[in-house]
């Protein structure tokens, strides 16, 4: 048999068997068995490839008429943040009366009947934006679901509103989300930034504004600052470079660091190790710059 009988990336066993393909070339090491009867070709381990998407190609030819994947893997799929025991979970889900899938590796969800409202990610059936984001609602903490609800919210390309994220939490669950709803913004780009914003509120210090455009006297764009207090005129940037980073691009963001404190902006940076395990010396810093700039500490407020 050539390689041309097996598809691209995971077939059923059933449908090899009916092509002709033998038992034993099945049961081989040249396939192996992601989920109870389906096969693929093992993963090449110098191609780096999001390991959630390849179980859910993998899951498809499995996945029956009105099932779709939900709950932590729609999100993912979306390219939000997972929290680690949802990282690699793969949900599927099915409205009533259907019956939901029950596989190993699969958490199966029959839901309650309405209209669907599924999107295609390429040739992935996934839940709408805001309705896996409440399906996670149910075992997720609140900083999690403001993270993934910043993300769906983002600045480039948002995939909801945040009224459609509350009037599907109203619909889904009541008023029980009112937490993480009143904590959520627009206009973040990555986790660590939400995780920041949220840091420096709980600790009492203003709301800062998200990625403002900072403009010359001619109305040439300087920068793009993380987060910014206007009134004090300080910008905070997260910087998530850890160990390889592109030397040309770290030169481009001197360029720029220079440009905003040359506008007289106080700038305050941010790193990983700032931020985690004590977010206390992030907060500090920026608390440092703030009080510098003018503003009044009226004491710090309990965690939100």
């Not at 984001?133 to 910043?150: G, K, N, P, Y």
Request: net charge neutral; charged share 25%.
């Amino acid at each position: 048999m050539t390689d041309a009988a097996f598809p691209a990336s995971a077939f059923s066993y059933r449908s090899a068997r009916e092509a002709g393909i033998g038992r034993g070339v099945l049961r081989g090491n040249r396939f192996i068995a992601p989920f109870h009867g389906v096969r693929a070709e093992p993963p090449d381990p110098h191609r780096e490839t999001d390991e959630l998407m390849r179980l859910c190609h993998w899951y498809l030819p499995r996945l029956r008429e009105g099932q779709f994947f939900s709950h932590s893997t729609a999100l993912a799929l979306y390219g939000a943040a997972v929290p680690p025991p949802d990282a690699l979970a793969v949900h599927v889900s099915v409205h009533r009366p259907s019956s939901p899938p029950r596989t190993r590796g699969v958490s199966g969800h029959r839901l309650q009947q309405r209209d669907p409202d599924v999107h295609l990610l390429g040739e992935l059936p996934v839940e709408a934006p805001e309705r896996a984001w409440v399906q996670a609602s149910r075992t997720w903490m609140t900083d999690d679901l403001v993270v993934a609800a910043d993300h769906l919210l983002r600045r480039d390309r948002p995939l909801t509103t945040i009224h459609a994220l509350t009037t599907e939490a109203l619909r889904m669950r009541g008023d029980v989300l009112g937490e993480p709803l009143s904590l959520i913004r627009e206009g973040s780009e990555s986790a660590r930034e939400t995780l920041l914003r949220l840091v420096l509120v709980r600790a009492g210090l203003p709301e800062p504004e998200l990625n403002v455009p900072l403009r010359d006297a001619q109305g040439r764009t300087i920068a793009r600052l993380d987060e910014s207090f206007p009134e004090y005129r300080v910008a905070v940037e997260y910087d998530g470079r850890q160990h390889a980073f592109s030397v040309a691009q770290f030169r481009r963001d001197a360029d720029r660091w220079d440009a905003i404190r040359d506008a007289g902006w106080h700038l305050v940076r941010i790193l990983d190790h700032h931020l985690s395990p004590d977010p206390g010396v992030a907060v500090a810093k920026v608390r440092a710059a703030l009080t510098a700039r003018g503003w009044k500490d009226r004491g710090s407020r309990s965690a939100l």
